[in-house]
């Protein structure tokens, strides 16, 4: 839900209403619930003191600060509330830092009609139309932060995260898990795990031992400091700070890290931390520095560190917008009401980090992030992530962003690993998948699955298996799994994985458009068309005119032209030394024409007078030779060997004739032939065996069959000599594997599927199938190529 500004601005001025009537004559009494055994809970202490000195100095106005100590404990924290409001009389309460206490503040002050500003680092989405009387004072976005867990997330290509949390369910659902949720599945990532820890648990090694048996190895942590400190410390002894181990913390824990001890550091080697970012450079901030270091060290001397955090600012920066307010409303008290709302509608918090923003609004600053990375006695600073941006190395105006994290330089990450980890590991025990695959399949040099009595467990061969195989083998991650045998169609053993009944589902699987509503397809594996397939028959020429076939009509021309043309240059070049050529018109063209086929067969060479005309004729029996034995081969060929054709050439034909056409057992081809096709359903039949379908196609049983690209290559292989391709070929889904919609393996395996492709192995796996089927090489071989034709009419076939 989001909140309005002006329903803000609207709750804001009543909260004030019942309180400001005694502010411009007595003090103005401001209340404070803080876990002073905390360390924000100190720093709050702190900042507030500091801030009514400061704002004493500057205002008309008389500030006193009432605070109240719940040790942590969300009962002691309701009953300091009840105290604050109804002894100490105070006109606003601040703090607590964690919901599960400001809820119960919240619920005490709304009833008592005094406004709460809370510290807690995030409030349900709820909360603020529960309570009118609640205002958000902490900047903490946590929106932005998770989007930033996400990014990290992306950056190094991980797929899952497992959430570690502190109980706090209205907190962590309400807010925080729907927002991670969303911005990693933004990235194609998920959450693998929930896993809750109870806020005050002595041990936590029963949920890391279960963490450490799964396959996941990246974790982000979301709870207090003090739950984190304990959380490390076991993971440490359990050895799960170790390579491959990936660990993030939110800003709950990053925020306040500069605070622990070395030992605590050193149980946290690796770990890469989001925090909230403030210019921590900015001249307010370092002249407050000073002061709070001073302060801070009296009040807690057992405290190694006196460096003040954004706990301390944030309580600061909210003192000074509620004290104010106070005094801005005490100079103009008459029309307190109207008065009041401008003034809320406009009041600025200019604090000591530069930030300026109105009550109810986030700032710029918190859509940044902050990155740190811990290592050897402290941490380092990494670099900074915004909202829309990126990431970066600072926040100036010449930042340069960018998509990846990778750009900020070398991450040391557990174990002193300075390689990145995978996400995941080969765990001891582990969850497998459950995959289904089709128990009958047509070929079985697809999906091949045998039965082991001895062992009582059935095993998968083929090469929608191999495929796999070679699949899961470049995936980022793990992959455990199982195949179990379905009986049923495929259209059934798809929708088994809506009903969750399998995890993913693979085998000779067609991509189909209804299919598609149950399931999330990979990119197909193999050819996706279409073709028909019919015998084969022997056709023997005419023997009339079979003399003229060898060659065609240009030939015969040809040869005619250039026969005529050398004998009339026979005749030229010896007309001058032969009377026999010389005479009438007509018995000239007699000679010549004579000459032009005396020469196909005899050499004539010694009744010839000029060299000239003997060179002539000897080319032209060279050529007359070559002419002779191709006529000689081609016209014996033609008497010896028989013509295969095909059948049928169309499905006209077949639709014309009411032919019976044959398809594949539970596949969607029937469908296709119906629907886009139009032949009659009850001229289908279906086969369950490449042996039967070939013997019903040479026993006349079916005229026809349909079948898809790699189903062909496999049944040509086999039967090369007996049937052809006729017609055109059909575009149709081919075949792939099918996981639960919104998977995010659908993009793991699609990559690594291309990178199968592209190594060459698909194109391996698939002759080695096809070789085993192959009875003649050569012929086969020739039959498959020559099989498809090379004008294809495509059609799409769709179910919806």
Same mark, same amino acid.
């Given at each position: 839900?989001?909140?309005?500004?002006?329903?803000?601005?609207?709750?804001?001025?009543?909260?004030?209403?019942?309180?400001?009537?005694?502010?411009?004559?007595?003090?103005?009494?401001?209340?404070?619930?803080?876990?002073?055994?905390?360390?924000?809970?100190?720093?709050?202490?702190?900042?507030?003191?500091?801030?009514?000195?400061?704002?004493?100095?500057?205002?008309?106005?008389?500030?006193?600060?009432?605070?109240?100590?719940?040790?942590?404990?969300?009962?002691?924290?309701?009953?300091?509330?009840?105290?604050?409001?109804?002894?100490?009389?105070?006109?606003?309460?601040?703090?607590?830092?964690?919901?599960?206490?400001?809820?119960?503040?919240?619920?005490?002050?709304?009833?008592?009609?005094?406004?709460?500003?809370?510290?807690?680092?995030?409030?349900?989405?709820?909360?603020?139309?529960?309570?009118?009387?609640?205002?958000?004072?902490?900047?903490?976005?946590?929106?932005?932060?998770?989007?930033?867990?996400?990014?990290?997330?992306? *950056?190094?290509?991980?797929?899952?995260?497992?959430?570690?949390?502190?109980?706090?369910?209205?907190?962590?659902?309400?807010?925080?898990?729907?927002?991670?949720?969303?911005?990693?599945?933004?990235?194609?990532?998920?959450?693998?795990?929930?896993?809750?820890?109870?806020?005050?648990?002595?041990?936590?090694?029963?949920?890391?031992?279960?963490?450490?048996?799964?396959?996941?190895?990246?974790?982000?942590?979301?709870?207090?400091?003090?739950?984190?400190?304990?959380?490390?410390?076991?993971?440490?002894?359990?050895?799960?700070?170790?390579?491959?181990?990936?660990?993030?913390?939110?800003?709950?824990?990053?925020?306040?890290?500069?605070?622990?001890?070395?030992?605590?550091?050193?149980?946290?080697? +690796?770990?890469?931390?989001?925090?909230?970012?403030?210019?921590?450079?900015?001249?307010?901030?370092?002249?407050?520095?000073?002061?709070?270091?001073?302060?801070?060290?009296?009040?807690?001397?057992?405290?190694?560190?006196?460096?003040?955090?954004?706990?301390?600012?944030?309580?600061?920066?909210?003192?000074?917008?509620?004290?104010?307010?106070?005094?801005?409303?005490?100079?103009?008290?008459?029309?307190?009401?109207?008065?009041?709302?401008?003034?809320?509608?406009?009041?600025?918090?200019?604090?000591?980090? @530069?930030?300026?923003?109105?009550?109810?609004?986030?700032?710029?600053?918190?859509?940044?992030?902050?990155?740190?990375?811990?290592?050897?006695?402290?941490?380092?600073?990494?670099?900074?992530?915004?909202?829309?941006?990126? %990431?970066?190395?600072?926040?100036? #105006?010449?930042? $340069?962003?960018?998509?990846?994290?990778?750009?900020? +330089?070398?991450?040391?990450?557990?174990?002193?690993?300075?390689?990145?980890?995978?996400?995941?590991?080969?765990?001891?025990?582990?969850?497998?998948?459950?995959?289904?695959?089709?128990?009958?399949?047509?070929?079985?040099?697809?999906?091949?699955?045998?039965?082991?009595?001895?062992? !009582?467990?059935?095993?998968?061969?083929?090469?929608?298996? !191999?495929?796999?195989?070679?699949?899961?083998?470049?995936?980022?991650? &793990?992959?455990? &799994?199982?195949?179990?045998?379905?009986?049923?169609?495929? !259209?059934?053993?798809?929708?088994?994985?809506?009903?969750?009944?399998?995890?993913?589902?693979?085998?000779?699987?067609?991509?189909?458009?209804?299919?598609?509503? #149950?399931?999330?397809?990979?990119?197909?594996? *193999?050819?996706?068309?279409?073709?028909?397939?019919?015998? =084969?028959?022997?056709?023997?020429?005419?023997?009339?005119?079979?003399?003229?076939?060898?060659?065609?009509?240009?030939?015969?021309?040809?040869?005619?032209?250039?026969?005529?043309?050398?004998?009339?240059?026979?005749?030229?070049?010896?007309?001058?030394? *032969?009377?026999?050529?010389? @005479?009438?018109?007509?018995?000239?063209? +007699?000679?010549? $024409?004579?000459?032009?086929?005396?020469?196909?067969?005899?050499?004539?060479?010694?009744?010839?007078?000029?060299?000239?005309?003997?060179?002539?004729?000897?080319?032209?029996?060279?050529?007359?030779?070559?002419?002779?034995?191709?006529?000689?081969?081609?016209?014996?060929?033609?008497?010896?060997?028989?013509?295969?054709?095909?059948?049928?050439?169309?499905?006209?034909?077949?639709?014309?004739?009411?032919?019976?056409?044959? /398809?594949?057992?539970?596949?969607? =081809?029937?469908?296709?032939?119906?629907? =886009?096709?139009?032949?009659?359903?009850?001229?289908?039949?279906?086969?369950?065996?490449?042996?039967?379908?070939?013997?019903?196609?040479?026993?006349? !049983?079916?005229?026809?069959?349909?079948?898809?690209?790699?189903?062909?290559?496999?049944?040509?292989?086999? &039967?090369?000599?007996?049937? =052809?391709?006729?017609?055109?070929? /059909?575009?149709?889904?081919?075949?792939? %594997?099918?996981?639960?919609?919104?998977?995010?393996?659908?993009?793991?395996?699609?990559?690594?599927?291309?990178?199968?492709?592209?190594?060459?192995?698909?194109?391996?796996?698939?002759?080695?199938?096809?070789?085993?089927?192959?009875?003649?090489?050569?012929?086969?071989?020739?039959?498959?190529?020559?099989?498809?034709?090379?004008?294809?009419?495509?059609?799409?076939?769709?179910?919806?």
């Amino acid at each position: 839900m989001n909140v309005k500004p002006y329903y803000l601005i609207f709750t804001f001025s009543v909260l004030f209403l019942f309180s400001v009537e005694q502010a411009t004559s007595i003090d103005v009494v401001i209340g404070a619930v803080i876990d002073n055994t905390s360390r924000a809970g100190m720093e709050t202490n702190i900042s507030l003191q500091m801030a009514i000195d400061d704002i004493s100095r500057q205002a008309n106005q008389s500030f006193v600060l009432r605070m109240m100590d719940s040790r942590g404990e969300p009962a002691r924290a309701a009953l300091a509330a009840n105290r604050l409001i109804n002894t100490e009389k105070v006109q606003v309460i601040l703090g607590p830092h964690t919901w599960q206490e400001a809820s119960r503040v919240i619920e005490i002050s709304n009833q008592g009609q005094i406004p709460t500003f809370s510290l807690a680092d995030s409030n349900p989405t709820w909360a603020l139309e529960r309570w009118p009387f609640l205002v958000q004072a902490s900047t903490s976005n946590q929106d932005a932060q998770m989007k930033a867990v996400a990014a990290i997330v992306q *950056s190094w290509d991980w797929r899952r995260v497992t959430v570690i949390y502190e109980e706090d369910t209205d907190s962590i659902f309400g807010r925080v898990i729907p927002n991670l949720l969303k911005s990693l599945q933004d990235v194609g990532a998920e959450i693998r795990h929930l896993v809750p820890l109870p806020p005050y648990a002595t041990s936590l090694s029963e949920q890391l031992m279960r963490l450490k048996r799964d396959q996941c190895r990246v974790f982000l942590v979301h709870t207090s400091l003090k739950l984190a400190t304990h959380l490390f410390h076991e993971a440490e002894q359990m050895q799960m700070m170790e390579k491959d181990y990936v660990w993030i913390t939110t800003n709950t824990i990053t925020d306040l890290l500069y605070s622990v001890n070395l030992t605590t550091i050193f149980s946290m080697q +690796g770990v890469l931390g989001v925090k909230r970012h403030f210019p921590e450079n900015s001249l307010k901030f370092v002249e407050f520095k000073k002061r709070f270091r001073l302060k801070f060290s009296i009040a807690y001397p057992e405290e190694e560190n006196n460096e003040p955090g954004i706990s301390a600012v944030e309580a600061y920066d909210t003192m000074w917008g509620v004290a104010t307010t106070f005094a801005k409303m005490n100079n103009q008290i008459k029309n307190r009401s109207q008065l009041f709302l401008e003034k809320v509608s406009r009041i600025d918090f200019i604090g000591i980090t @530069g930030r300026v923003h109105a009550i109810g609004r986030k700032t710029e600053s918190s859509r940044i992030f902050g990155l740190v990375n811990v290592i050897g006695k402290s941490y380092r600073e990494l670099g900074i992530w915004k909202e829309k941006s990126g %990431f970066s190395k600072h926040t100036s #105006h010449r930042a $340069i962003y960018n998509s990846s994290m990778k750009n900020l +330089g070398q991450v040391f990450w557990p174990g002193e690993s300075m390689h990145t980890p995978k996400g995941w590991s080969i765990p001891s025990t582990t969850e497998s998948m459950k995959i289904g695959v089709p128990a009958e399949s047509m070929f079985k040099q697809f999906v091949n699955i045998e039965y082991d009595p001895q062992t !009582d467990n059935y095993s998968c061969k083929g090469y929608a298996i !191999d495929i796999f195989s070679e699949v899961k083998a470049r995936l980022p991650y &793990y992959v455990s &799994y199982e195949f179990i045998p379905f009986n049923g169609t495929y !259209d059934s053993l798809v929708e088994q994985i809506y009903l969750k009944k399998f995890d993913a589902v693979v085998g000779d699987v067609a991509v189909l458009a209804d299919r598609c509503k #149950h399931a999330d397809f990979t990119h197909t594996y *193999s050819a996706s068309a279409l073709a028909m397939l019919v015998p =084969v028959q022997s056709k023997m020429p005419h023997k009339t005119w079979l003399f003229l076939k060898p060659f065609t009509k240009a030939m015969w021309l040809l040869i005619l032209a250039i026969t005529v043309y050398n004998g009339f240059v026979i005749w030229l070049i010896e007309r001058k030394h *032969s009377p026999r050529l010389r @005479g009438t018109a007509t018995d000239q063209a +007699g000679i010549m $024409i004579w000459l032009s086929f005396t020469t196909l067969f005899s050499l004539n060479g010694g009744k010839l007078h000029s060299n000239l005309s003997r060179i002539a004729i000897v080319v032209w029996l060279f050529v007359a030779l070559v002419i002779t034995q191709s006529y000689t081969a081609s016209l014996t060929s033609m008497l010896t060997v028989k013509k295969l054709e095909p059948t049928v050439s169309d499905i006209e034909t077949l639709k014309i004739k009411n032919a019976k056409i044959g /398809y594949g057992k539970g596949a969607f =081809v029937a469908r296709y032939l119906e629907e =886009v096709l139009g032949f009659k359903l009850y001229n289908l039949k279906n086969f369950s065996s490449p042996q039967e379908y070939a013997h019903a196609l040479k026993t006349g !049983d079916i005229e026809a069959g349909f079948l898809n690209g790699s189903y062909l290559k496999l049944f040509l292989a086999k &039967y090369c000599k007996s049937f =052809v391709v006729a017609g055109p070929t /059909y575009k149709v889904g081919g075949f792939g %594997f099918a996981f639960p919609k919104g998977s995010p393996m659908v993009n793991d395996v699609n990559k690594a599927l291309l990178e199968v492709f592209e190594s060459g192995k698909l194109r391996e796996l698939e002759d080695k199938m096809v070789g085993s089927e192959r009875r003649d090489n050569n012929v086969c071989s020739n039959n498959l190529r020559s099989g498809w034709p090379e004008e294809a009419s495509y059609k799409v076939y769709s179910t919806n």
